[in-house]
Every structure is written in C-alpha cells, then in structure tokens.
C-alpha cells in the first residue's frame, strides 16, 4: 500500500512541462474534482431527476385540477344553496304576508262570529221572555177564567131551581140534535 501513496506523491512531482500529470494543489483540485462529480450526477441522475421531477409535475398538476374540480363543484353547491336560500326566503316572505292577512280574515270572522253568537243570544232572550209573557198571560187568563166561571156557577146554582135546570138540558140537547144533522 506503501508503494501506491509513493506512486501518487511520485507523480505528483512530475514536471508540467506539457504532459500529463497530477496537480497538487488543493483548492485548484476541488473545482476539478467537483466539477466531474456534478457532470457525471448530471449525465446519469438527469433522467431519474427528469422522472422524479416529471411524477412531482403530474402529481401537482393533479392535485390543482382536482382542486379546480371541487371548487368548480363546491361554487355550484354555493350557487345552488343560495337559489334555495332565496326561494326559501321568498316563501317566507309570502308566508308571512299571507299569515297576516289570515290573521286579520281569522280575526274578523271571529269578531263576526261573536255577533252572530251575540245577535242569537238576544234573540233567545228576547224570544224567552216573550214566552214567559206569554204563558204568564195564559196563567192570570186561566185563573181569571176560572174565578168567573166559579162566581158563574156559584150564581147559577144560586138561581137555578130544578125546572129551569131541566129547560137548560132540554135546550142544550136541542142544540146537538141541530149539530148532529148538519155533519150528517
């Protein structure tokens, strides 16, 4: 191993005189060294870069259009929830107008209804009280009838002997008889 490093310390004292040979200088060496390294990576790394680099693109590329897609998407839900929204708001407005002006129809049917009710009630009590009237008309003509025909009585019985009670009879069958043969 000796012999090798002696080798390159040997060729590394060669003359330059327009030949081959080794340069040792540090930093001159570096750039050499450096720039080799960076072109054979370039040479053989460009395609595995190319496919990495190219795999990156597309993936990138797929992500934008999926994204453009769920925007694309997303606006039209947007769009669709705010024409709902809007009908629905609509509706609300008509609901709202239209309740009113049910409440006020509920309202004056009800304040008509109340009439009504009120104008039966008053003619039930208007009728009622034309009925008490009425049977207490029919009461004081009952006992006044009544009464009369108590004094009657007590005053024909008073007056009446058994001949006129006989007459009375015979008169009333009379008047029968006369009945009986008209309906006949």
Known sequence: MKNLTDS????GHWPSAGSFGFNTDILAT?????????????????????????????RILSTIRNSEE????AVEQLEKARARLRK????AEEFRVNGYSEIEQEKMNLINAAYQNLEQLENYKNETIHFEQQRAINQVQQRVFQQALQGALGTLN??????LHLRTIGANIGILGAMKEITD
């Open 8 to 11: 390159f310390v040997f060729l």
């Open 88 to 91: 629905v708001e609509r509706e």
């Open 30 to 58: 570096n750039l050499i060294n450096l720039s080799v390294v960076l072109g054979v990576l370039i040479f053989f790394g460009k395609g595995v870069l190319s496919d990495l680099l190219d795999n990156r693109k597309q």
């Open 158 to 163: 008073n007056c009446l002997n058994g001949e």
């Open 70 to 73: 769920l925007c694309g998407g």
